[in-house]
Antibody
Framework: QLQLRESGPGLVKPSETLSLICTVP??????????WGWIRQPPGKGLEWMGSIYYSGTTYDNPSLKSRVAISVDTSRKQFSLKLSSVTAADTAVYYCARHFRVAGSLGDFDLWGRGTLVTVSA | IVLTQSPATLSLSPGQRATLSCRAS??????LAWYQHKPGQAPRLLIY???NRATGIPPRFSGSGSGTDFTLIISSLEPEDFAVYYCQQRSNWLTFGGGTKVEIK
């Protein structure tokens, strides 16, 4: 089955910027009926949606992350990326990228995920 | 919107029926989905819009509810069903519940 793939450093120092890339199989990144999102799961905790992007570049961010999140898309490379600035130990988590439906112009449910990548914030 | 799932853990045997609950802090209509998550794997969409099975999901999984109270039922647990289950709403941004772990008794 098709699956997204996350890549990036597994260790980031406090106060630095966490950067991850998600590679999308096939050509669906250009399709108008999908958004592309990032979700994370701190150890022992539940899932948290961080933000999403449309192929045009329009972004939707979780307000609770207070503008630390930047998501971009490169359709020519079939990739979208996450940058999380000023990280602390609380940002240690498994980070997932996922595809979700565009339903009547709004964010829909996630139908395709990556396996996730663990990012640890530590000096 | 806060989603509260109960119980936190459900200990059952294969063949038994599993009933999982998800309660929203305010109405989400039917904009609720359920996911299955196994360690080291990608989460899998089971149910969307409260009661619709996603592609390829077997009929032993069923969802119901609207407004603030939702239920996921697994009618007869198969060995591969032991996992963590999350609900997620899309009525107001996107939030997930804390999860219910279905473990083998």
């Amino acid at each position: 089955q098709l699956q997204l793939r996350e890549s990036g450093p597994g260790l980031v120092k406090p106060s630095e910027t966490l950067s991850l890339i998600c590679t999308v199989p096939g050509d669906s990144i250009n399709r108008s009926n999908y958004y592309w999102g990032w979700i994370r799961q701190p150890p022992g905790k539940g899932l948290e949606w961080m933000g999403s992007i449309y192929y045009s570049g329009t972004t939707y961010d979780n307000p609770s992350l207070k503008s630390r999140v930047a998501i971009s898309v490169d359709t020519s490379r079939k990739q979208f990326s996450l940058k999380l600035s000023s990280v602390t130990a609380a940002d240690t988590a498994v980070y997932y990228c996922a595809r979700h439906f565009r339903v009547a112009g709004s964010l829909g449910d996630f139908d395709l995920w990556g396996r996730g990548t663990l990012v640890t914030v530590s000096a | 919107i806060v989603l509260t799932q109960s119980p936190a853990t459900l200990s059952l045997s294969p063949g038994q029926r599993a009933t999982l609950s998800c309660r929203a802090s305010q109405s989400v209509g039917t904009y609720l989905a359920w996911y299955q998550h196994k360690p080291g794997q990608a989460p899998r969409l089971l149910i969307y819009e409260a009661s619709n099975r996603a592609t390829g999901i077997p009929p032993r999984f069923s969802g119901s509810g609207s407004g603030t109270d939702f239920t996921l039922i697994i009618s007869s647990l198969e060995p591969e069903d032991f996992a963590v289950y999350y609900c997620q709403q899309r009525s107001n941004w996107l939030t997930f519940g804390g999860g219910t772990k279905v473990e083998i008794k």
